[in-house]
């Protein structure tokens, strides 16, 4: 169970963190962060697709194609945290390391685009308070960490429940 765990968590991973690095390099560079929420969702449930795989691998192989909701959902929530915290991870390098000033970009883009959407002058003061207080919690490092957990575990958690649902066997023979 551990190989199976691991391989996924980690091919999971990969996918999630080549995404979010080619994504993010590009609207670093463009400044056009409203393309890239969509292919950074897709790529999210692409990835958490082998939630599924590891789990039905497990079941058929490894388990006499008998496997309970419980252990299902573990076998995904455990590939869930290890495809996580590769992207937290990634996503710390590549934020203080090549992008220390991506808030601020992005910070100018949201108020860009909300007044290009006619937002009043108040609104766009409020808008401005919003964004400044995510660039104060950005200049901590724990919370950093929270809020890109906060993007991606929550995908991974619910597709676990959708996949320990569907693959669920029990070990109950049918009357003949």
Known sequence: MKKIILICGLIAGFILTAT????????????????????????MVLAFSLIFVGIK?????????VISFGKAF??????????????????????????PDFMDKYTAH???EAKTAGAS???????????????EMYKNPLLVVLLTYSEVLPIGLVISLICAFLLKKNNQTQPA
């Open 57 to 65: 691998n497990y079941r058929d192989n490894y388990n006499h194609r």
């Open 110 to 112: 949201v108020l860009k």
């Open 121 to 135: 002058a108040a609104e766009l003061a409020t808008k401005a308070d919003e964004m400044k207080s995510y660039q």
């Open 74 to 99: 573990k076998i995904g929530l455990s590939i869930t945290l290890i495809a996580s915290t590769m992207y937290v991870l990634v996503w710390l390098i590549d934020y203080y390391v090549f992008m």
């Open 20 to 43: 979010m690095i080619i994504s993010t390099a590009l609207c670093y560079a463009n400044e056009n962060f409203e393309s890239n929420m969509a292919l950074g969702y897709a790529s």
